[in-house]
């Protein structure tokens, strides 16, 4: 099964996802991944952002190259040209990596798509099923201060910036079931184990029929 995992900022995406590899699922970090991507394109990002953007050690500084783009919607837009593809085929390797190794094994493959922008990648169409944590605003935005040192401004800007990733959500024509996580990590465990449930029973009546992994 692959299966998309997505929330807001500090609904807990990353708590379940830790929940998820406890219990033997292999959950791929988008967000570490794009991360890599950004390493890997060094190059390429100072040849559009000039070489001050890296730093000491020949990397590029995230926090100064956010600075630019997030500033600059047509810079965005050049840093996600770099970026982006190279993203996609590292997602599609470790996908036919995991999927190999599995079949090898004689297994279904468990795998999770932990990704904040899960709604805009290609492979949230491939996904059997799109499990979309929730939690009440003020309950991130006090996350968002403990976890992150985040001011109320700032957390609320990082929020509304993610609202448009929402409206894509039926796009995918995949099954997206909702959790909520505005309880202890026992309560998420529950609910995430009741989501998997609804997820698996939907995927299954999909007029497809669920998506492999290849």
């Not at 837009?77 to 593809?85: G, K, N, W, Y």
């Not at 944590?133 to 401004?153: E, F, I, M, S």
């Not at 509304?160 to 959790?179: D, I, K, M």
């Not at 989501?195 to 939907?202: C, I, K, Q, T, V």
């Amino acid at each position: 099964m692959l299966l998309g995992l997505t929330g807001g900022y500090c609904a807990g995406k990353n708590a379940a996802a830790a929940i998820l590899e406890g219990r033997g699922w292999n959950c791929i970090d988008v967000d570490k991944l794009g991360h890599a991507a950004i390493d890997r394109a060094a190059d390429a990002i100072a040849a559009r952002f000039g070489a001050s953007i890296l730093g000491a050690d020949g990397k590029v500084d995230r926090k100064a190259l956010a600075a630019i783009v997030f500033a600059d919607k047509r810079a965005l837009a050049d840093q996600e040209a770099i970026v982006h593809p190279l993203a996609v085929r590292m997602i599609d390797e470790l996908l036919a990596e995991l999927a190999a190794k599995a079949s090898g094994d004689g297994r279904e493959p468990l795998v999770c798509l932990n990704a904040a922008l899960l709604y805009v990648a290609p492979q949230a169409a491939l996904c059997d099923a799109i499990i979309e944590l929730r939690a009440p605003l003020a309950l991130r935005l006090k996350r968002a201060q403990a976890r992150d040192g985040a001011a109320l401004p700032v957390a609320l800007r990082r929020i509304e910036r993610q609202r448009g990733l929402w409206r894509r959500r039926a796009s995918t024509g995949r099954p997206v079931v909702f959790v909520d996580n505005r309880g202890s990590r026992e309560e998420l465990e529950s609910a995430l184990e009741r989501g998997l449930s609804e997820a698996r029973e939907r995927a299954a009546r999909l007029p497809l029929g669920r998506l492999e992994l290849s």
